[in-house]
């Protein structure tokens, strides 16, 4: 279990790497995006520099943080909503990203399944500050 694990930490990680990188020094050539709707999308996203450097700056980090394995708990819970926002781009506006899409959250759950036990006080309903009875 450890090497799927690991495994799985680098097939996370890597593409948030690759793709935060691309989003900095553009080694890539970026697909056109399949509609209208798709391309005004990205568009806006691009558009606003403050948050695509944000977005990318985050993938970069969370990304090294998963390929080195440290910090993991904290690189998922960052990711959970960009991985939510991907598969939902691409279920909505570009259906042929959805296989790759869909395999990075299943990456996601499988190692959120696997760090648990370190996730588990992020999922407490009624949970108090440190030090308060």
């Known amino acids: ?10 097939l996370l990680g890597l593409p ?8 900095f020094f553009e080694f890539l050539e970026p697909p056109q995006p399949p509609t209208q709707d798709a391309a005004a999308f990205i568009g806006a996203l691009a558009g606003a520099n403050h948050f695509w450097t ?3 700056g985050t993938e970069v980090v969370c990304g090294l943080l998963l390929v ?8 998922l ?4 909503p960009i991985l939510l926002n991907i598969l939902a ?16 959250v299943v990456l996601e759950v499988f190692l959120a399944w696997s760090y648990r036990t370190h996730l588990k006080g992020v999922l ?3 949970a108090q500050p440190s030090g308060q009875d």
């Open 68 to 75: 080195a394995g440290v910090y993991v708990p904290l690189a």
């Open 16 to 23: 948030f790497l690759v793709f935060g990188l691309n989003g």
């Open 124 to 126: 407490r309903t009624m």
């Open 54 to 56: 944000l977005l990318k």
């Open 1 to 10: 279990m450890k090497i799927a694990i690991h495994i799985a930490r680098i």
């Open 89 to 104: 781009y691409h279920l909505a506006l570009d259906p042929s990203g959805t296989p790759l899409a869909g395999g990075l």
């Open 77 to 80: 819970t960052v990711l959970a």
